[in-house]
């Protein structure tokens, strides 16, 4: 399988890295290995260690990478755990933290309500029974945790309805498929709001999918371990796609602003221009920032 996905704010997130010569960088999310590549290709004798949990993910990217083995070093790894790279500081690290199109796209995998597949959910190609699925939170989790994270992780206004149906949903049989979970949420929505702009089950699954992950409690762990080998001078750029983890980001970098460690290369975060958006309509919902540590 090739890689499929876009990059989202490329250009700006590599101009944000200021990037150099013999330098060494980190892509924290590797995906589809748009960013990685661009860095490698602006660059001479740069090197790029790039992380991704998806084993797959490098396999994907070959195209993107061609002709830049010697400068690639790729870790199986969340990053999370990107104090586990074995170097001391880096010149330049970058995290696109959407959801790769690869991932999206692949089959049974469950990340798509589009398709009927297995409720799985987990970023790891190859889940062990110790990892967490959204099949065990559908079928296990009390009704109120269910609508807990699938409001606060998925903002979803109607959660205390769709946690009401999965639970009674489940005494009959085992919610298997993603389209059974679809089925269930869109008989405890109003039928005006399964006509809106989004799908009615697109909050849910974000939620389930964060949950699965442990996303944002990962992304505060992977800021602050990113931040602590940074290099003096050194950029980051971070680029989110929905309002919790953009918080998350902001405040990790206000706070560190406070504590006069770091300048805000761009005040306000930069969004795609309308024909990126236009060509991608994943990228509507971008949102980058970019800081130098001091």
Same mark, same amino acid.
């Given at each position: ?25 980190? !892509? ?19 090197k790029v260690i790039a992380l991704d949990q998806d084993k797959g993910a490098l396999d994907r990217a070959q195209n993107n990478i061609k002709n830049f083995e010697d ?67 559908? %079928? ?125 290369? %761009? ?6 221009? !309308? ?20």
């Amino acid at each position: 399988m090739i890689t499929v996905h876009k990059s989202v704010l490329l250009k700006e997130s590599i101009e944000g890295l200021n990037l150099m010569d013999n330098a060494l960088y980190i !892509d924290a999310t590797f995906g589809g290995g748009g960013h990685t590549k661009a860095i490698l290709e602006s660059t001479k004798n740069t090197k790029v260690i790039a992380l991704d949990q998806d084993k797959g993910a490098l396999d994907r990217a070959q195209n993107n990478i061609k002709n830049f083995e010697d400068r690639l070093i790729f870790k199986n790894l969340n990053f999370r755990n990107i104090d586990k790279v074995s170097v001391k500081e880096v010149d330049g690290i970058l995290f696109d933290l959407g959801i790769s199109s690869d991932q999206l796209d692949v089959v049974d995998r469950g990340f798509s309500f589009l398709r009927d597949e297995k409720l799985l959910m987990t970023m790891k190609e190859n889940p062990t029974e110790e990892d967490l699925t959204a099949h065990e939170i559908v %079928n296990t989790w009390e009704e109120s945790s269910l609508a807990d994270i699938i409001y606060g992780y998925g903002e979803e206004k109607y959660a205390r309805r769709i946690a009401r149906n999965i639970v009674e949903a489940r005494k009959l049989k085992p919610i298997e498929t993603t389209f059974d979970l679809v089925s269930i949420i869109k008989s405890a929505v109003p039928i005006s709001y399964q006509k809106g702009k989004i799908h009615p089950a697109t909050r849910t699954f974000q939620a389930l999918r964060i949950a699965t992950n442990d996303e944002l409690q990962a992304l505060s762990e992977g800021l602050d371990k990113a931040f602590g080998l940074l290099k003096s001078g050194g950029r980051m750029s971070v680029i989110t796609f929905h309002s919790l983890e953009d918080r998350i980001v902001k405040n990790f970098f206000r706070d560190k602003l406070k504590e006069n460690k770091l300048t805000l290369v %761009n005040k306000k975060p930069i969004i795609p221009n !309308d024909e990126e958006v236009k060509n991608n309509k994943r990228a509507r919902s971008a949102k980058l920032r970019v800081i130098q540590k001091l």
